[in-house]
């Protein structure tokens, strides 16, 4: 139920976006040719629509259509203005410098432009505080504690544009009496019942919440629950029968095939124009700090097969002469030539050469050092780490646009939550969001 909610409230919020869009267009059509404003409105619809499409699309990678950040704060409010000026230079090469269209407006794109900014700020102003009413919320019971429900509630409360408010938290020896349940579920007007403790190994629990059919309630398990509203998996409110009941169901061998022949098509359009920038890029890295131009590193791969990774080289020479070293933000063995690359993902297109190698694919968990992939400490504090390399490592990922650095045990732990949702999740749209919030990352100099 929750799940078909956000998607109407992502529907509601596209949907104004795009009504707003043509009330715009309309307004300046009406402002500029008063009653005539219907001659003129053929040719102007069909050229601003395509620019319209570009808006929408600009919206989507720079986060506007992510429900997290339906918040008036200033986060939301620099978001937007970024997306604004973008859209304004968009439309502004589009209409002088693409003439397939009988129109080139000048006044009436900056009209548009002023009215639509107007409009725009003002309805997700609405959209926003609209979205946190008390009358959107599911009232939720959390049944036990734990690290994960901590983390959970914190989030919720934190988050609450996406439909939720935690309402009670009771321990699980409460749950031992039915009527108070009950009780609690109807005085609260409880409608999402999350339990971190699993009804399978707790028969009085179950028999409890069994009586609660008719009150009808959703009922959730803590790992579900955590996982559709945080994007990943808690990996340590998990046993091994989660992996047997969700990664062994189907091997999705259509979706791996078509996923390979996309893989191979981008890396060859894109290898074109790394040999195209090559001299350039090879130029700047010679003349900034000694040292070879590319860098080649095993890292370890589907099936914990190794293989040698090929990189732009951004580092100084002898960077790890007293060993393997994690990466860091910041980090001072970073030349200022390979600051760039890193910031623009340059230095990763050497890497479609491991793509077009099957050694890799577009979108997939980061690739690991043998070094730490393989290390008893990082293996005994994390369980099911070697679960990520059942899959091809990717250029990008879930976990790299969700959780950009990794420097330590506990940052590989979180990342590890994110590439087993996506191991679970893996789809093609879920692959086009991944590519799209990328770009995102790439045009906001977000890259390590």
């Given amino acids: 139920m929750s799940a078909l909610v956000n998607k109407i409230k992502t529907f509601m919020l596209v949907a104004g976006d795009i009504l707003i869009l043509y009330l715009a267009l309309f307004l300046t059509l009406f402002l500029r040719y008063g009653d005539n404003w219907e001659n003129f409105w053929g ?7 395509v620019i319209y499409f570009l808006w929408l699309l600009v919206f989507y990678i720079i986060g506007l259509y992510d429900l997290s950040v339906a918040r008036n704060n200033i986060y939301f409010f620099v978001t937007l203005a970024k997306a604004l000026v973008i859209n304004a230079f968009l439309a502004i090469a589009f209409f002088y410098f693409f003439s397939y269209f009988n129109i080139t ?6 009209i548009d432009l002023g009215l639509f900014a107007l409009f725009f700020i003002f309805w997700r102003q609405f959209y926003n505080h609209f979205v ?4 959107l919320l599911n009232n939720v019971l959390v049944i036990g504690q734990s690290r994960e429900s901590q983390e959970l509630i914190k989030y919720i409360k934190d988050n609450p544009q996406l439909g939720y408010r935690i309402k009670k938290i009771v321990d699980p020896a409460e749950v031992k009496i039915l009527y108070d349940l009950i009780d609690t579920i ?3 007007k409880i409608q999402v019942v999350v339990t971190s403790v699993d009804p399978r190994k707790d028969a009085e629990l179950v028999r409890n919440l069994y009586q609660c059919i008719p009150l009808k309630v959703m009922l959730a398990d803590l790992p579900s629950f955590y996982e559709k509203i945080t994007g990943k998996i808690p990996v340590s409110a998990i046993e ?29 359009i894109l290898g074109f124009f790394t040999l195209v920038i090559l001299p350039l890029v090879a130029f700047l890295i010679k003349i900034d700090k000694p040292g070879p131009i590319f860098y080649r590193q095993k890292r370890v791969g589907q099936d914990n097969r190794i293989f040698e990774v090929i990189k732009f080289r951004t580092m100084v020479r002898d960077a790890e002469k007293e060993g393997a070293q994690w990466a860091q933000k910041n980090d001072e063995r970073v030349t200022h030539v390979g ?10 297109l050497p890497q479609l050469w491991n793509v077009l190698r099957g050694d890799m694919s577009f979108v997939g968990p980061r690739p690991e050092r043998p070094e730490f992939a393989f290390s008893n400490e990082l293996l005994a504090k994390i369980p099911f780490y070697q679960i990520r390399h059942t899959i091809k490592p990717g250029l990008t990922g879930w ?6 650095y990794g420097s330590s045990i506990e940052d590989t732990l979180q990342k590890l939550q994110f590439d087993l949702y996506y191991i679970k999740n893996r789809s093609l749209i879920l692959e086009l969001a991944i590519i799209l919030k990328t770009i995102k990352t790439i045009l906001s100099g977000g890259g390590i």
């Fill in 105 to 110: 407006p000048k006044t009436n794109l900056f």
């Fill in 399 to 404: 976990a790299q646009i969700k959780y950009p």
């Fill in 43 to 49: 040719d102007h619809f069909s050229a601003f629509s």
């Fill in 240 to 268: 091994e029968v989660w992996f047997l009941e969700n990664l062994m169901t189907g091997r999705k061998v259509f979706f791996e095939m078509l996923k390979r022949i996309i893989d191979i098509l981008a890396a060859l």
């Fill in 186 to 188: 109807v005085q609260e």
């Fill in 339 to 348: 600051k760039f690359l890193r910031k623009t993902r340059l230095d990763e």
């Fill in 132 to 135: 946190k009413t008390s009358a």
